[in-house]
Nanobody, 126 residues
Framework: QVQLVESGGGSVQAGGSLTLACRAS????????MGWFRQAPGKEREGVAS??????????MYADSVKGRFTITSDNANSTLYLRMNSLRLEDTAMYYC?????????????????WGQGTQVTVSA
């Protein structure tokens, strides 16, 4: 069992930056694939970024909409996942969720993820 707790959300103007954090506990963090998802009001949840388990090389994957703007990183010593978000746009407004999968894979497909955090709200204004 893995517990995931997100933090770092907030309100920011378009063009600004935020860094989200996800603290994991309860299991061997390094064996899990980790990722960030988001869900805007009235829309389906979508994958934003993910990273493979350590032994698979920590390979990263990004949604096309955030490539070049968002960066996913993992502090394995502290079991914490980060999402650095730069050049934020109005359309980045959403609830952001941290997730973990037992496969250790990096995927943006919803059905492969086993554990979810409660989410942290990001609001981008003009």
């Amino acid at each position: 069992q893995v517990q995931l707790v997100e933090s770092g959300g907030g309100s920011v103007q378009a063009g600004g930056s935020l860094t989200l954090a996800c603290r994991a506990s309860g299991a061997d963090y390094e064996t899990f694939g980790m990722g960030w998802f988001r869900q805007a009001p009235g829309k389906e949840r979508e994958g934003v970024a993910s990273i493979t388990r350590v032994s698979a090389g920590g390979i990263k994957m990004y949604a096309d909409s955030v490539k070049g703007r968002f960066t996913i990183t993992s502090d394995n010593a502290n079991s914490t996942l980060y999402l650095r978000m730069n050049s934020l746009r109005l359309e980045d407004t959403a609830m952001y969720y941290c997730a973990a999968n037992r496969l250790g894979a990096a995927t943006l497909l919803d059905e492969f993820w086993d554990y979810w955090g409660q989410g942290t709200q990001v609001t981008v204004s003009a």
